[in-house]
């Protein structure tokens, strides 16, 4: 069975600072790692997926994220926030044989300040 | 032109009522998923269907029902409202495994 833990409940970040949302994951088997934006009020949406290749994957809204298998890690980045940014953001994993299972962290709320 | 539709988005009812929430994707994909997120916003998938079949039952009561009527549908009704069953109710779909599923805008159910 697979687990994440998103290390951040809140983070709080400035404006056009850099930011890094933290995720670990528990696995025995080869996984598929994703994270999801949940803006208030609203559904889920991909940001980004890592399935197989390159490392480093870059997603919508300026955000990538890196796997790292020997640290099992998949932290989100993000070189400079704005304030729609603002939103509830998941870490979740499937293992690569029963990927219909989705597994999420607990979530991490960003809030932008001015 | 929505991807996956829920109805109705909010669903205030008394504890011991029968009430279905409907699911609609347009996508064509051939997997489609229901998640609870709870008050603290955690996330917990219940039920999959693959081209109408169920696949996952995650340890749901068994008030939970979940019905496909097509692909492209999967509804879930839920008898005897508890208290415990206010949450937000997400529909998900997804083609094959691997690409990423798509949410639904989620139906927030509240149990009086």
């Known amino acids: 069975a697979q687990s994440v833990t998103q290390l951040d409940s809140q983070v709080p970040v400035f404006e056009e600072a850099p930011v890094e949302l933290r995720c670990n994951y528990s696995s025995s088997v080869s996984v598929y790692l994703f994270w999801y934006v949940q803006y208030p009020n609203q559904g889920l949406q991909l940001l980004l997926k890592y399935l197989s290749g390159s490392t480093l994957v870059k997603g919508i809204n300026g955000f990538e994220a890196e796997f790292n298998k020997s640290q099992t890690s998949f932290h989100l980045r993000k070189p400079s926030v704005h304030i729609s940014d603002t939103a509830e953001y998941f870490c979740?994993?499937?293992?690569?044989?029963?990927?219909?299972?989705?597994?999420f962290g607990q979530g991490t709320r960003l809030t932008i300040n001015p | 032109d929505t991807a996956v539709s829920q109805t109705p988005k909010y669903l205030v009812t008394q504890m011991g009522n029968d009430k279905s929430i409907k699911c609609e994707q347009n996508l064509g994909h051939d997997t489609m998923y229901w998640y609870k997120q709870d008050s603290k916003k955690f996330l917990k998938i219940m039920f999959s269907?693959?081209?109408?079949?169920?696949?996952i039952n995650e340890t749901v009561p068994n008030r939970f029902s979940p019905k496909s009527p097509d692909k492209a549908h999967l509804n879930l009704h839920i008898n005897s409202l508890e208290l415990g069953d206010s949450a937000v109710y997400f529909c998900?779909?997804?083609?094959?495994?691997?690409?990423?599923?798509?949410f639904g805008p989620g139906t927030r159910l509240t149990v009086l």
């Open positions: 998900a779909s997804s083609q094959a495994t691997r690409g990423g599923k798509f």
């Open positions: 269907y693959n081209n109408k079949e169920l696949i």
């Open positions: 979740a994993v499937s293992d690569v044989q029963g990927a219909q299972k989705l597994v």
